[in-house]
Every structure is written in C-alpha cells, then in structure tokens.
Nanobody, 123 residues
Framework: VQLQASGGGLVQAGVSLRLSCAAS????????MGWFRQAPGKDSEFVAA????????YYADSVKGRFTISRDNAENTMYLQMNSLKPEDTAVYYC?????????????????WGKGTLVTVSS
C-alpha cells in the first residue's frame, strides 16, 4: 500500500482545513488507518485513527472535539477534518495504515507510512 497525504498549508488560527490521504491498491478497506503529526523539534504523536469500516474513531485528547477522521473505502481515501486550528497544531501530518490492530496503529506501529503534508497555523 502506498499512501500520499495532501491538503496542508498555511492558515490562520481558528480556521478549518481538511487533509486527505490517498491509498493505492485494492485492499484499502482491510487496513486500520490513522494520522500522526510531528511538530518542529518534537517527537511524532498520534492524532486520530479509524477502524476498517469507519464505524469507530479514536482521537488524541489534544484534538478531540476539533478534528474528525473519516474514510471512503470506495475511493481509497482517508480524511482529517481539522476545525478551530491552533498554532500548536502546526506540524507535518502523516497518514499510516496497519493490517493488524488499531491499538498497534495508535502506538505508531504501522505497516505503511505516507509522506507528510505540512500544516502551519499562524496566530
């Protein structure tokens, strides 16, 4: 599976942005999917994850209530809707896929990683 994240950019605090992660291959629906981010000078952190069918979602406390993860298995694409962006959301955002378990994915133990997309939120 090849993953490509897109949709990042420079925005002001308070606005919304939607990231996309396009996946190659015909087995997208068999993977748990997630988003991670890495801010300058910091370690990578879990942001959100979604189950194979999209029925269950998990979020980091720092984004809960502001970000929404979703997926379209027919289009092999995952999304991250980010609302009420804050300067501390500034980071490179990566999408990831794991065939094993969503808990592994949430820990960062993913089978596949995409190249990141930069989100910069100015105050």
């Amino acid at each position: 599976v090849q993953l490509q994240a897109s949709g990042g950019g420079l925005v002001q605090a308070g606005v919304s942005l939607r990231l996309s992660c396009a996946a190659s291959g015909r087995t997208f629906s068999s993977y748990f999917m997630g988003w991670f981010r890495q801010a300058p000078g910091k370690d990578s952190e879990f942001v959100a994850a979604i189950s194979r069918g999209g029925g269950s979602a998990y979020y980091a406390d720092s984004v809960k209530g502001r970000f929404t993860i979703s997926r379209d298995n027919a289009e092999n694409t995952m999304y991250l809707q980010m609302n009420s962006l804050k300067p501390e959301d500034t980071a490179v955002y990566y999408c990831a896929a794991d065939s094993g378990s969503i808990d592994d994915l949430r820990r960062g133990d993913a089978d596949y990683w995409g190249k990141g997309t930069l989100v910069t939120v100015s105050s």
